[in-house]
């Protein structure tokens, strides 16, 4: 990792839960928390615990140099809502099989 810049990763000790419009898209009693230097906490919630039928893949992929390139799911009116790394980098290998949503209700 460069100097400065700092990534952990624990498993959180609350649930969180993911709604939009109503509906529950995600909600997870094991869900990992990502900090990383700069950036504010994100929670990933594995697979199992989101509702992937209703999430559509996007095209779009972005590349952290820390955590490798992330793919992106998207709903109907929401592009690009959600994110994973499908091969993380080995530092942050715990993420893998996890998503990640910008907003995330924490209970």
Known sequence: ???G?????DKSDRPVRVV???QVLA????????RETGCPDRYYIPAE???????TPSGTTTYC???GTAS???????TDLVWAYPEPKPD?????????FYEVEVM
């Open 1 to 3: 990792m460069a100097t």
């Open 5 to 9: 810049h700092r990534i952990t990763i």
């Open 20 to 22: 939009r419009a109503g």
């Open 27 to 34: 909600e997870s009693d094991r869900p990992l928390v990502l």
């Open 49 to 55: 615990d989101v509702r992937l039928d209703l999430l």
């Open 65 to 67: 140099p820390f955590k």
């Open 72 to 78: 992106y799911w998207s709903l109907p009116d929401a």
């Open 92 to 100: 942050v290998a715990e993420i893998k099989d996890h998503l990640c």
